[in-house]
T-cell receptor, first 113, second 112 residues
Framework: GAGVSQTPSNKVTEKGKYVELRCDPI?????LYWYRQSLGQGPEFLIY????????DSGLPNDRFFAVRPEGSVSTLKIQRTERGDSAVYLC???????????FGPGTRLTVL | GQQLNQSPQSMFIQEGEDVSMNCTSS?????WLWYKQDPGEGPVLLIA?????ELTSNGRLTAQFGITRKDSFLNISASIPSDVGIYFC????????????FGKGTKLSVKP
């Protein structure tokens, strides 16, 4: 079956602009996670959804970052007033919820000029 | 953010060699996972461990959940060229939910 998909695969924007990153989880997976990966590092947790609600948003670095999952499937990560330090690969993962096996998408590479 | 101590940072392999890497944490985890990431792609799940002392295999890969619940290791037997890539360990405090905490990765390369 289809895995986790993320769009766009690459996004280049200018400092101060607003961006939206989209994640389509594996069908039927109730849990959805966003991570951010900088060069040479492991992924770092941002936010986790169980269904439509954010169960844990403790990893969001500041209030410029926001994510939604209005129908409990697709999720959008929104970044306002982007800064150069936001440049990274943004990874989405989903899990069926019975065990914590998380399956990752290919990521969106965000570059803020 | 918090990260696990993963070692070695990098290693060179020759085809046919066995490879071993490990991960340690100052905290107790309920779940340990091992992932492999190729350039430009997302991490791919290799093995998941749920109980202290558990030893699990997936083909040529074997991983163990340390009995202290603060460490895990991954072994690759009889390595092949397609084993090159970056291997990440990840731990979770939550039994069935919750975010993963990742190590910095072990980069496997082929000996020149």
């Amino acid at each position: 079956g289809a895995g986790v998909s993320q769009t766009p695969s690459n996004k280049v924007t200018e400092k101060g602009k607003y961006v939206e990153l989209r994640c389509d989880p594996i069908s039927g997976h109730t849990a959805l996670y966003w991570y951010r990966q900088s060069l040479g590092q492991g992924p770092e947790f941002l936010i986790y959804f169980q269904g439509t609600g954010a169960a844990d948003d403790s990893g969001l670095p500041n209030d410029r970052f926001f994510a939604v999952r209005p129908e409990g499937s697709v999720s959008t990560l929104k970044i306002q007033r982007t800064e150069r330090g936001d440049s990274a690969v943004y990874l989405c993962a989903s899990s069926p919820g019975t065990h914590n096996e998380q399956f990752f998408g290919p990521g969106t590479r965000l570059t803020v000029l | 953010g918090q990260q696990l101590n993963q070692s070695p940072q990098s290693m060179f392999i020759q085809e046919g060699e066995d490879v071993s890497m490990n991960c340690t944490s100052s905290s107790i985890f309920n779940t340990w996972l091992w992932y492999k990431q190729d350039p430009g792609e997302g991490p791919v799940l290799l093995i998941a461990l749920y109980k202290a002392g558990e030893l699990t295999s997936n083909g040529r890969l074997t991983a163990q959940f340390g009995i202290t619940r603060k460490d895990s290791f991954l072994n690759i037997s009889a390595s092949i060229p397609s084993d090159v890539g970056i291997y990440f360990c990840a731990g979770s405090y939550g039994g069935s939910q919750g975010n993963l905490i990742f190590g910095k990765g072990t980069k496997l390369s082929v000996k020149p």
